[in-house]
Every structure is written in structure tokens, then in C-alpha cells.
């Protein structure tokens, strides 16, 4: 099981890259869960999202608490208090910012700082940073194929805002490096009991 | 084929297949998406369906009863407030027996205001004389929601599709939508015998004076009695299209030796079964998901509960001054069969509250308890609470 939290504002697109991501697992064929936590439903006030991916059906229906990965669209949240609560030891945090510095990292913690909102920017005109740090995360963890991504992007808009998106996905792609969190989203299915 | 699908994107569309011919809806907090959904899918002309936007939920169930009563295929949405304000007409629409499909996107009811999950919505109205489906899942909302539109119209009675707002209804993940082949061959077009015809006029819901109010009571509960058999063929004529089955009443998950079982209702479920294989130190223990709780499923709870020594009733509403409501029926269910379980009897996830599958190690705390735990609210930090709210 991979678990990841997605932490944004309220009109950035944190529910849908939650959906997207899941979406290309499913399309990819994995198992896939996304949800989001839903506070304040207003613009810009902090926002939660889950996904869980796993080789086997997913019953389970609680919050993710434990996460594998954190990725953060809005460095400003990260004053929030307990943000990084539950983050495992060995998990990575992925950050839409372009230098993290004084961010406390536990342990075997790691950290990418990526500026994706100037990218978003210039790929598609808006500061919309969601679909270059999915791509980003999938790259840095190599968990799908990129492509996964793109169909899951493709199915959920049309026109012209997918081939842009599309190209800001390619080339966030290219702004990390690859595969350096490989070992971290390796999915473990744990004991099957039942199967 | 699977797809990727928000539960409630996929009960639009499942609503869509089953070929209603009015819907009318007020949107609310988590049954939104569903209502939008559908909307969309008529504006597009993939359903030939009236949408009536309404003012109100009072409204809205109104227009699908008079809908229904003059013979169409009738389908609303609600939550929380949205249910309390159709309450009058939910009895009406039940009184007259008509047949129509509601999906109720559960969350909890003010005061205080909480727009999270649990089920004190539909729990406020379970003496409606609707039928009553909870959903363990979206597959099974999906699935229940097809055998919802056929038993509907099979007992001349309406039927509430129970799914956990937010917990169900605002999850993706891979669904299996049936085909539209496959739902016309198991959902004959929308008949209704009374229907209102103006070539044989009829009154529905008229004045009715005491010497025969009785009889109509009567024959509502009886309605609602007989049911179970019309439930549990609609389930396993189901199967038979599409290969899921989810036990007609309820379903048991567990060893055949299990003497203690947790009898849960909704999407709780999936967190305890995955929790089983978490925690594979516990003694084996029988894990019962009501699916059905109106009717009320005497015989099979006591089928499933005899030879248990103990049942933790875990349910995520409660009667203020009572205890718990399933409990209570639990227990009525029980009185009297030789050898019944000791009925503990928990709520827990009040206003959205996560349950962890660490809830399951501690449910089984209640096993060691000397006395049956009559009823509490399990997952508090009374700690928050000043003395004197203690």
C-alpha cells in the first residue's frame, strides 16, 4: 500500500489532482482510493486530499494518517502546525516552491522543492501547479508511467487545455530527477489473509 | 468494464440507466455531485428524463410523488436538513404506497451544524415506512440502486438507497457501471397499477376516519414485512447479470467457529475488514454488515447472532435519552431466543469522526466487560468536555 496527502488551498485543484492521480493508477491497473477531507469548503483556506494505491482492492474507508508522501502546493502551508503529522520516516515530501530551506525533515525524510507554479504558468497561462507536481511525483517515484497521467488528464478535460497541460506535464516531468524515491513507493501489499 | 468513477458520478449514471422519467432535486451538502450529475447527463440528451429544479426539498419530493402517482419513473436526492424537510412528505409518499427511489447521501443533522457523514438523517425518518438499503460500499450503491427501481415497483413501496456522504460519495476509485442491456433485462419499464388516469379517476391520500386508518396501517407494515422476499430475489437475480451478490438482508464475513461478532451498517465495513487482516492476533470473530434495515431483518439477525456469545452493535446515529437505534432493535430481535448473545452496543464516527481500523482492537475491550454495554458513544476524548458536560 502507497499512501499520499495532498495539502493545498481551496481553487488550487488539490481534490482534482487527488482524482487524477488515482484515476491514472486505475488506468494503469492498479488499485486505487482518492477522497478528499474536506474543511472549510472556502477559496484559498487549507485543503486535504488522500490516495492510497495497492496489487489488491482497497476496503478500507478511514483518512490517511500515515502517509508514504507528502505533496504540498502551497509552501505557506507549511507554517501550519502538524502538516508533516504522520509522515513516515522514510517519506518524501515533494513542495511547489523553487529553494526549501529550514524545513525540518525527521529521520530518513526527504525533500524536492519544485517550482511548479512559474511552470504551470508558462505552459498554460495560469498559476495551476497540480497537474506539473503529479507529474513531478511520478517521476520522482517512477509509480506509473507518465502516460497514465496524460489519459487521466485527457478523460477529465478537452481541448486545449489538455494539450497544454499535457506539455506542462512532460516537461515538470524533466524538472526532478527520476526515480530517486523509486525505493520509497515500491507497493508492499502486506499480509493477505483472506485472498 | 471498470472504471474510474466518484461515487457519486457513478450513481448518476446508474440512476441514468435506469431510464427515469423525473427527477427533481434541491442540492445539498454531500448529495450535490449526484443531482449535478444527472442534470447534466438529461441536458446532454443521454437521458430522456425531466429534471424539475425545485425551491426546496419539500418540493422536490412533492413533484416526484405526484410524478410517480400519475405513472412515471420517479428519482430524488438528499442529506441531512434536506431529508427533516422532506420528512411530511416522505410519510405521504410512503402512505400511498407509491413506488419511487430516493438516495439518501447520509450526513449528520443539525444543531450543531456538521456537513460530514453519519446517518441520524435517514435514522430520523426510518419509521417513514420506506424501505431502507445502507451501503457498504459504492459497487453496492451502485448495484442497490438498480434493485432499488425493480423492488420499488414489485411492492408498491418507496425505496431509500442509504450511502455514506463524503466517505462514499466523494471517493474515486475503479467502479463497475452495468451495461444499459444489462439493466433492461432485469428492470422492466415503470409500472404502477394505481397509477392517476383521468379516464378512471381515483383520490390518493384522502381523508381516512378511524374505522378504517387501522386497516391502512396495517397493510403498510405488512407491505414492508413481506418485502424481504422480493429484496433478496432482486439481489440474487442481480447476481445472476452481473456476478455480485451482497447477501439480500446482510452479509457475514468471518469463520464458521467465530464466538464473538461486530455487527456493523454502512461503509465502516470495509474499514473493519481490512482491519481483520491487521490485527490477525484477535480470536476469531464474525464480522455482520446490515444491509436491509427496514424491513427490519429479524429472523436473519437472529440467524446470524445465535451461537455468538457476544455482538458489539456499532452503528453512527443514536436516539438523545435512548441509547442506540439499531441496538435497540438488536436486542427487541433477540429477547427471548435461548442461548442470545449478550448486545453491546457503541456509536461511533458522529459528524464525520474518522474510524480508524484501530477502532478494532478496542471494540474487542467490550468482550471483557462484565456487564453488556448498554449503550455509549465509543470514540469520545471526554476529556474536552468541562466536568459538569462529563
Same mark, same amino acid.
Given at each position: 500500500?502507497?499512501?499520499?496527502?495532498?495539502?493545498?488551498?481551496? *481553487?488550487?485543484?488539490? %481534490?482534482?489532482?487527488?482524482?487524477?492521480?488515482?484515476?491514472?493508477?486505475?488506468?494503469?491497473?492498479?488499485?486505487?482510493?482518492?477522497?478528499?477531507?474536506?474543511?472549510?469548503?472556502?477559496?484559498?483556506?487549507? %485543503?486535504?486530499?488522500? %490516495?492510497?494505491?495497492?496489487?489488491?482492492?482497497?476496503?478500507?474507508?478511514?483518512?490517511?494518517? #500515515?502517509?508514504?508522501?507528502?505533496?504540498?502546493?502551497?509552501?505557506?502551508?507549511?507554517?501550519?502546525?502538524?502538516?508533516?503529522?504522520?509522515?513516515?520516516?522514510?517519506?518524501?515530501?515533494?513542495?511547489? $516552491?523553487?529553494?526549501?530551506?529550514?524545513?525540518?525533515?525527521?529521520?530518513?525524510?526527504?525533500?524536492?522543492?519544485?517550482?511548479?507554479?512559474?511552470?504551470?504558468?508558462?505552459? @498554460?497561462?495560469?498559476?495551476?501547479?497540480?497537474?506539473?507536481?503529479?507529474?513531478?511525483?511520478?517521476?520522482?517515484?517512477?509509480?506509473?508511467?507518465?502516460?497514465?497521467?496524460? @489519459?487521466?488528464? *485527457?478523460?477529465?478535460?478537452?481541448?486545449?487545455?489538455?494539450?497544454?497541460?499535457?506539455?506542462?506535464?512532460? /516537461?515538470?516531468? @524533466?524538472?526532478?530527477?527520476?526515480?530517486?524515491?523509486?525505493?520509497?513507493?515500491?507497493? #508492499?501489499?502486506?499480509?493477505?489473509?483472506?485472498? | 468494464? =471498470? /472504471?474510474?468513477?466518484?461515487?457519486?458520478?457513478?450513481?448518476?449514471?446508474?440512476?441514468?440507466?435506469?431510464?427515469?422519467?423525473?427527477?427533481?432535486?434541491?442540492?445539498?451538502?454531500?448529495?450535490?455531485?449526484?443531482?449535478?450529475?444527472?442534470? /447534466?447527463?438529461?441536458?446532454?440528451?443521454?437521458?430522456?428524463?425531466?429534471?424539475?429544479?425545485?425551491?426546496?426539498?419539500?418540493?422536490?419530493?412533492?413533484?416526484? =410523488?405526484?410524478?410517480?402517482?400519475?405513472?412515471?419513473?420517479?428519482?430524488?436526492?438528499?442529506?441531512?436538513?434536506?431529508?427533516?424537510?422532506?420528512?411530511?412528505?416522505?410519510?405521504?409518499?410512503?402512505?400511498?404506497?407509491?413506488?419511487?427511489?430516493?438516495?439518501?447521501?447520509?450526513?449528520?443533522?443539525?444543531?450543531?451544524?456538521?456537513?460530514?457523514?453519519?446517518?441520524?438523517?435517514?435514522?430520523?425518518?426510518?419509521?417513514?415506512?420506506?424501505?431502507?438499503?445502507?451501503?457498504?460500499?459504492?459497487?453496492?450503491?451502485?448495484?442497490?440502486?438498480?434493485?432499488?427501481?425493480?423492488?420499488?415497483?414489485?411492492?408498491?413501496?418507496?425505496?431509500?438507497?442509504?450511502?455514506? *456522504?463524503?466517505?462514499?460519495?466523494?471517493?474515486? +476509485?475503479?467502479?463497475?457501471?452495468?451495461?444499459? +442491456?444489462?439493466?433492461?433485462?432485469?428492470?422492466?419499464?415503470?409500472?404502477?397499477?394505481?397509477?392517476?388516469?383521468?379516464?378512471?379517476?381515483?383520490?390518493?391520500?384522502?381523508? &381516512?376516519?378511524?374505522?378504517?386508518?387501522?386497516?391502512?396501517?396495517?397493510? #403498510?407494515?405488512?407491505?414492508?414485512?413481506?418485502?424481504?422476499?422480493?429484496?433478496?430475489?432482486?439481489?440474487?437475480?442481480?447476481?445472476?447479470?452481473?456476478?455480485?451478490?451482497?447477501?439480500?438482508?446482510?452479509? %457475514?464475513?468471518?469463520?464458521?467457529?467465530?464466538?464473538?461478532?461486530?455487527?456493523?451498517?454502512?461503509?465502516?465495513?470495509?474499514?473493519?475488514?481490512?482491519?481483520?487482516?491487521?490485527?490477525?492476533?484477535?480470536?476469531?470473530?464474525?464480522?455482520?454488515?446490515?444491509?436491509?434495515?427496514?424491513?427490519?431483518?429479524?429472523?436473519?439477525?437472529?440467524?446470524?447472532?445465535?451461537?455468538?456469545?457476544?455482538?458489539?452493535?456499532?452503528?453512527?446515529?443514536?436516539?438523545?435519552?435512548?441509547?442506540?437505534?439499531? *441496538?435497540?432493535?438488536?436486542?427487541?430481535?433477540?429477547?427471548?431466543?435461548? #442461548?442470545?448473545?449478550? &448486545?453491546?452496543? $457503541?456509536?461511533?464516527?458522529?459528524?464525520?469522526?474518522?474510524?480508524?481500523?484501530?477502532?478494532?482492537?478496542?471494540?474487542?475491550?467490550?468482550?471483557?466487560?462484565?456487564?453488556?454495554?448498554?449503550? /455509549?458513544?465509543?470514540?469520545?476524548?471526554?476529556?474536552?468536555?468541562?466536568?459538569?458536560?462529563?
Amino acid at each position: 500500500m502507497i499512501e499520499i496527502r495532498i495539502h493545498g488551498r481551496g *481553487g488550487q485543484g488539490n %481534490v482534482l489532482a487527488a482524482y487524477l492521480l488515482a484515476a491514472a493508477g486505475i488506468s494503469h491497473g492498479l488499485f486505487a482510493q482518492a477522497f478528499p477531507h474536506f474543511g472549510a469548503e472556502r477559496r484559498g483556506a487549507p %485543503v486535504t486530499a488522500f %490516495v492510497r494505491f495497492n496489487h489488491r482492492p482497497i476496503y478500507r474507508r478511514d483518512q490517511v494518517n #500515515h502517509p508514504d508522501f507528502l505533496i504540498i502546493q502551497d509552501a505557506a502551508l507549511m507554517n501550519i502546525p502538524g502538516i508533516a503529522n504522520g509522515l513516515s520516516n522514510r517519506g518524501g515530501i515533494l513542495i511547489n $516552491v523553487s529553494q526549501a530551506e529550514d524545513i525540518p525533515l525527521q529521520s530518513e525524510q526527504k525533500l524536492v522543492a519544485f517550482a511548479a507554479s512559474a511552470l504551470a504558468r508558462e505552459y @498554460t497561462g495560469r498559476a495551476l501547479a497540480n497537474t506539473a507536481l503529479l507529474a513531478a511525483f511520478l517521476s520522482l517515484t517512477e509509480l506509473l508511467p507518465l502516460s497514465a497521467l496524460e @489519459t487521466a488528464v *485527457g478523460e477529465r478535460f478537452y481541448g486545449e487545455v489538455v494539450d497544454r497541460n499535457i506539455q506542462l506535464i512532460r /516537461k515538470a516531468a @524533466t524538472s526532478v530527477p527520476a526515480g530517486v524515491w523509486r525505493n520509497e513507493a515500491q507497493i #508492499h501489499s502486506g499480509e493477505i489473509a483472506n485472498a | 468494464m =471498470l /472504471k474510474a468513477l466518484e461515487g457519486s458520478q457513478a450513481i448518476a449514471q446508474t440512476v441514468a440507466l435506469c431510464r427515469p422519467d423525473v427527477v427533481s432535486a434541491y442540492p445539498i451538502t454531500p448529495q450535490t455531485h449526484i443531482v449535478e450529475n444527472i442534470a /447534466k447527463l438529461i441536458a446532454d440528451g443521454r437521458v430522456n428524463c425531466e429534471y424539475v429544479s425545485v425551491e426546496s426539498e419539500f418540493s422536490a419530493a412533492s413533484v416526484v =410523488l405526484g410524478a410517480a402517482a400519475a405513472g412515471a419513473r420517479a428519482y430524488t436526492a438528499s442529506a441531512s436538513q434536506g431529508i427533516l424537510l422532506m420528512s411530511e412528505v416522505l410519510y405521504n409518499i410512503a402512505g400511498m404506497r407509491i413506488p419511487m427511489v430516493l438516495t439518501c447521501a447520509n450526513r449528520a443533522v443539525s444543531a450543531p451544524l456538521s456537513i460530514w457523514n453519519d446517518q441520524q438523517d435517514s435514522m430520523a425518518v426510518r419509521d417513514a415506512g420506506w424501505i431502507q438499503f445502507y451501503c457498504a460500499d459504492n459497487q453496492e450503491a451502485i448495484d442497490t440502486t438498480i434493485q432499488a427501481f425493480r423492488i420499488a415497483q414489485e411492492c408498491e413501496l418507496p425505496v431509500m438507497v442509504c450511502m455514506d *456522504g463524503f466517505t462514499l460519495t466523494h471517493t474515486m +476509485e475503479a467502479l463497475s457501471v452495468p451495461s444499459q +442491456e444489462e439493466v433492461d433485462t432485469f428492470l422492466p419499464p415503470f409500472e404502477f397499477s394505481r397509477r392517476l388516469d383521468p379516464r378512471a379517476p381515483i383520490s390518493m391520500g384522502t381523508l &381516512v376516519s378511524p374505522d378504517f386508518f387501522p386497516e391502512a396501517r396495517h397493510s #403498510h407494515h405488512a407491505a414492508l414485512l413481506h418485502a424481504t422476499e422480493t429484496i433478496i430475489t432482486a439481489d440474487q437475480d442481480w447476481m445472476k447479470i452481473c456476478g455480485r451478490f451482497y447477501g439480500g438482508l446482510l452479509g %457475514v464475513d468471518g469463520p464458521d467457529d467465530a464466538r464473538v461478532g461486530i455487527m456493523v451498517i454502512g461503509s465502516i465495513y470495509g474499514t473493519l475488514l481490512e482491519a481483520r487482516n491487521e490485527f490477525p492476533e484477535l480470536p476469531p470473530w464474525s464480522l455482520i454488515r446490515l444491509r436491509v434495515f427496514r424491513p427490519f431483518p429479524i429472523e436473519a439477525v437472529r440467524e446470524v447472532c445465535c451461537g455468538l456469545d457476544d455482538v458489539i452493535v456499532v452503528e453512527r446515529a443514536l436516539s438523545p435519552g435512548s441509547g442506540g437505534i439499531i *441496538g435497540a432493535e438488536v436486542r427487541a430481535a433477540l429477547y427471548g431466543l435461548e #442461548h442470545a448473545p449478550r &448486545v453491546h452496543n $457503541v456509536a461511533v464516527g458522529l459528524g464525520g469522526r474518522d474510524v480508524s481500523m484501530q477502532i478494532l482492537p478496542r471494540l474487542f475491550e467490550l468482550f471483557e466487560a462484565p456487564e453488556p454495554v448498554q449503550f /455509549k458513544v465509543f470514540d469520545l476524548e471526554i476529556d474536552r468536555l468541562e466536568p459538569e458536560d462529563q
